[in-house]
């Protein structure tokens, strides 16, 4: 989906800078917008940016690598309000930050993993697949959060919330909302699995076969790639990564609650594969963009606090730059082709 | 006065010519064979004279009226239709519903008068002879059906110029001599025909008159009587051509492939054993399970039953990836389908192969890479201006090359060639079968599955004939020829073959 600019080799090297990496842009035109409407832009705000990226950029990164193959994972949202709901369980049980980190990845691949199966095994399309995933998984997290002892969900009634009467709740707790050199540890983390991935795509051999199978399955299995196997692993691969964003996100809020954790991020974090440029319907765009999409959106969130705004207004602002940025991408080129035939 | 003529034609893209001044003339009756390399610019044309592109420069009368400018809808109404090689046809419709689409006729109201249009296109099928219900739904229709309904659909409406584009591709030769008869029973009526092909027994076959392009210019027309194939050949391709011998024999000893009651989707009960550094030509009617066959070989379509052992080792033949394992690669057909990613460039595409195989190490090195298709590309002559080109830039011909270049790389000592040249130019045909020449020299054994006779007997070294899924008959080199194969792919000499055994 990104705009192709290779047409003109006489082209500026700005703009094509730009074509290619729109999410930049977009980035860049929303954050000034964000400079100018917040009273003084401090660096504290800049890098909470970051922060609040965090768990739905590494939630991103996974919908994108998905998405790559050309399917798709509407359950994230619901798997992060599970995972980190037993996460905190573990964490209770325990009192051990490394057992929860291992427990949630894990059951986080769990998961991506029973979503895999039924899509790169059996066959069947993934929108269903993992819209019932969805409704499963947060049913799952609302039950067990009113079924199991009180003292495993931290003594609360309706919510998973860490003891903090565990010996490492403090180390927990400062490990979500601590800094390194001004940059807050989450954040690092988000810039570190984004890098991570875009070494993984662009770099090795298995990044390579994500994109043939999204860009043409059937020539990806004539030339020897295992199709099946390749869409069961990257939801797995979403699945710890999902697990990886429950893990911060009981971090940062030493709670998850099953009924709202994770609302509507599965839309979240397609909105900021998209706006990243990686195209639905697989085979094109790249991983960078998605920290660049995610961000975005947290920075539309400040805006609106920043302006006073009503939070309800939201996602209408959201879905509307969504529009727009997306009508540029795909009218742009058509609208440069009929200028340059006239 | 002549039906059509264009004169003069120009067009560019981009500033690129891409028809410089070329002209087309067309009588009533006749068949036109339009004849050039691909890129010479034959279908720029037709979609000039179908109103799909403008054109820069030049005249165009029709039916006595000077067309300044042409609409599709313009065109349609003058009687030129387009039977594209790819069928505009909607598949969920039935066959009636295709022809009058957007043309019903009603009772009032809306009201579709169904029974009127399907008596009429029943008569109209009846003159032609198509045996094709008009209630069927279309993809439940053979190729062939689809073909002739595409052009009964042109028919129907009176059209008076009809253009083929490489109607045959898909036909068996009953099916071929079929569509021809039909075409000279139209031309008695008046019906003109430009057909567009590579096939030059058929161009010689059906043809009055000719005309070749070359590389967006006019080369020449004539009369066909008056030329022959390796004439029209050299027009096309340019510099001075021959037809010569290239095959030479070898020294083949050692097996390399064997299969065993080989049974699978579309064949059965095959026995085989190909000597390694052969070249073994597979063909048989549309149908016959050669393709299968290679299919199977490959692990792209199931087997039930029987063994295969590449060189002495058993393979289980479920699985692409063991295929490829034992070093069987195959080259498959419907290059646009199953071979072509098109969101990734040149290196990419062709090192696909390599790293399933070598996923253990799952870091590339994108120096080696280039330096590997490099060589490739000198080896097999890939005109391309660098590996980051787009997969979709290059002709069919360089493509084609480019994923022989993708097996070669995973040093694969058995390559299954399934239709090779399907959609590609006669200079970039001769190139292909000298590299198979070549590789074959080198050790590499290659089986070719193809419908061109032709094309076998100049390579090959046996060749299997393939009937109702098995193997009727092994033709050694200099038995191969259109008329003993035909013999053989049609049964027509099976009951004595039988009997000889």
Same mark, same amino acid.
């Given at each position: 989906?990104?705009i192709k ?12 800078f730009?074509g290619?990496?729109?999410y *930049?842009v ?9 400079a ?7 660096m504290?705000?800049v ?5 609040h ?7 991103g990164?996974?919908m ?6 050309g399917?798709?994972?509407l359950?994230v949202?619901s798997?992060l ?8 369980? *573990?964490?209770?049980m325990?009192d ?7 427990f949630a990845?894990?059951f986080g691949a ?8 039924m899509v ?5 399309p ?5 819209l ?13 959060c009113q ?5 495993f ?5 309706? *919510? ?5 009467d565990?010996?490492?709740y403090?180390a927990f ?21 984004t890098?991570l991935?875009?070494?993984l795509?662009t770099?090795?051999k298995?990044g390579?076969k994500v994109y043939?199978?999204g860009?043409?399955?059937k ?7 295992n *199709?099946?196997a ?7 691969i979403a699945g ?7 893990f911060?996100?009981?971090a ?14 599965e839309?979240?974090?397609i909105a900021?594969?998209?706006l990243?440029?990686?195209s ?19 920075v ?11 939070s309800l ?7 509307i730059?969504l529009?727009?940025?997306?009508m540029?991408?795909?009218?742009g080129?058509?609208i440069?082709?009929k200028?340059?035939k006239? | 006065?002549?039906?059509?003529s ?5 067009k ?5 010519p ?7 003339t ?12 691909n ?6 044309l037709?979609n000039?004279?179908?109103g ?9 009368v ?6 300044e ?6 065109? +349609? ?7 594209h090689q790819?069928?505009n ?8 519903e295709n022809?009058?689409l ?7 109201l ?10 009429? !296109?029943?008569?109209l099928f009846?003159?032609l002879g198509a045996?094709? /219900?008009p +209630?069927?739904?279309?993809e ?10 595409e052009?009964?659909k042109?028919l129907?409406f ?5 253009i ?5 591709? @898909? ?5 071929v001599?079929?569509l021809?008869?039909i075409?000279r029973n139209?031309?008695?009526?008046g019906?003109a ?14 043809s009055?008159?000719y005309t070749v392009?070359r ?5 020449g ?5 008056d030329?022959?194939p ?5 027009m096309?391709v340019g510099?001075?051509?021959?037809e010569? @011998? !290239?095959?030479?024999k070898r020294?083949?000893?050692?097996? !390399?492939?064997e299969?065993e ?5 579309g064949?059965q ?9 052969s070249i073994?030509?597979f063909t048989?009617?549309q ?12 692990g @792209?379509?199931p ?7 590449v060189m002495?080792?058993k393979?289980?033949?479920?699985r692409?990836h063991l295929?490829m ?13 199953n071979s072509v990613i098109p969101?990734? /460039?040149?290196?990419e595409?062709m090192?696909l192969s ?9 870091v590339?090195s ?8 490099e060589?490739?590309?000198k080896?097999?002559?890939?005109k391309?201006?660098?590996?980051? /080109?787009?997969?979709t830039?290059? @002709?069919?011909?360089?493509?084609q ?5 993708r ?11 399934d239709n ?9 045909k001769a ?7 070549e ?13 061109e006779?032709p094309e076998i007997q ?8 393939f009937?109702?899924?098995n ?8 038995e191969? /020829?259109?008329?003993?194969v ?7 000499a099976g009951?004595?073959a039988?009997?000889?055994?």
């Open positions: 989906m990104n600019s290779g047409k003109k080799s006489s082209e500026n090297p700005i703009l094509k730009c290619a990496n729109s *930049v977009v980035f860049i035109a929303i954050f000034i917008v964000y100018i409407t917040s009273s003084g832009l401090t504290n705000g890098m909470n940016v970051l922060r990226s965090a768990v739905i950029g590494i939630i990164l996974g994108g690598v998905i998405c790559l193959t399917e798709i994972d359950s949202g798997m309000a599970l995972d980190g709901g037993l996460s905190v369980i *573990v964490f209770n325990t051990s930050i490394l057992l929860t980190l291992l990845v894990l769990l998961c991506g993993l029973v979503n895999g199966f790169g095994y059996v066959e069947m993934a929108f269903i697949v993992t019932a995933t969805m409704l499963i998984f947060r049913s799952f997290a609302q039950y067990i079924h199991i002892d009180k003292p969900i931290g003594g609360g009634s309706s *919510v998973y919330k860490m003891a903090n565990q010996s490492a403090q707790y400062n490990f979500g909302n601590g800094k390194v050199l001004m940059i807050p540890i989450v954040g690092v983390i988000l810039i570190g699995m890098a991935f875009v070494y795509t770099s090795t298995y390579k043939a199978v860009s043409n399955p020539g990806a299995r004539m030339a020897g790639i *199709v099946s390749m869409k069961i692993s990257v939801f797995t710890a990564l999902v697990g990886l964003g429950a911060l996100w009981i940062m809020n030493a709670s998850a609650d099953p009924a709202t954790t994770g609302n509507s991020y839309m979240y974090a900021a594969v998209v990243g440029g990686i639905m319907s697989g085979g094109k765009g790249k991983c960078l963009g998605i920290l660049f999409g995610a961000m975005s959106y947290t539309i969130d400040k805006i609106i606090v920043s302006l006073k705004m009503d207004i939201n996602n209408a602002i959201k879905g730059i529009l727009i940025v997306i540029v991408q795909i009218a080129p058509r440069r082709e200028l340059q006239k | 006065m002549s039906l059509l264009m004169e003069g034609i120009c560019s893209f981009y500033g690129v891409v028809l410089k001044n070329v002209n087309l067309l009588e009533k009756g006749e068949v036109h064979a339009l004849l050039g390399e890129g010479a610019g034959k279908s720029t037709m000039i004279l179908t799909v592109l403008p054109k820069d420069q030049g005249r165009i029709f039916d006595g009226k000077n067309l400018s042409i609409t599709i809808r313009q065109s +349609e109404e003058l009687g030129i239709a387009f039977v790819e069928l046809l909607f598949n969920d419709l039935r066959v009636y022809i009058f957007m043309k019903e006729y009603t009772k009032g809306g009201y579709l008068d169904k029974k009127r249009m399907i008596t009429e !296109v029943k008569k009846d003159e045996k094709i /219900d +209630e069927e739904r279309v439940n229709l053979k190729t062939s059906q689809k073909q002739l309904l052009i009964s042109a129907f009176q059209a008076k110029l009809l083929l584009d490489e109607p045959t591709t @898909s036909l068996n030769n009953d099916e001599a079929h021809f008869g075409i139209l031309k008695k009526n019906t025909f430009v057909f567009i092909s590579h096939k030059m027994p058929e161009i010689f076959e059906l009055d008159r392009f590389n967006g210019e006019f080369v027309t004539g009369l066909i009587r030329t022959s390796i004439e029209i050949t050299g096309m510099e001075k051509y021959t010569q @011998s !290239v095959y030479e020294e083949l000893t050692d097996t !390399v492939l299969l009651n080989f049974t699978g989707e064949f009960n095959v026995s085989l054993s190909v000597k390694k550094g073994v030509g048989g009617l149908g016959s399970g050669s393709s299968e066959l290679m299919q199977g070989i490959f @792209s379509i087997v039930y039953g029987g063994q295969m052992k002495g080792r393979v289980a033949n479920n692409i295929a394992k034992s070093k069987v690669a195959m080259l498959a057909a419907n290059r646009k389908e969101d990734m /460039d040149l290196l595409n090192y390599e790293h399933t195989l070598s996923a253990l190490k799952p590339i994108v120096k080696k890479e280039k330096e590997r298709f060589k490739y590309r080896m097999l002559s890939i391309a201006n660098g590996s980051s /080109d787009r997969i830039s290059l @002709s069919g011909g360089n493509q090359k480019v994923f022989l270049a097996w070669l790389n995973t040093d694969a000592e058995i390559l299954l060639l090779p040249t399907q959609g590609i130019d006669v200079g970039a190139e292909i079968y000298r590299l198979i020449l590789l074959a020299k080198t050790g590499k054994t290659i089986l070719i599955n193809t419908l006779i100049k390579v090959a070294d046996t060749c299997a004939v009937y109702n899924g193997i009727v008959k092994i033709l050694e080199h200099d191969i /020829d259109e008329v003993t035909m013999l053989y792919s049609t049964n027509a009951d004595a039988t009997v000889a055994v």
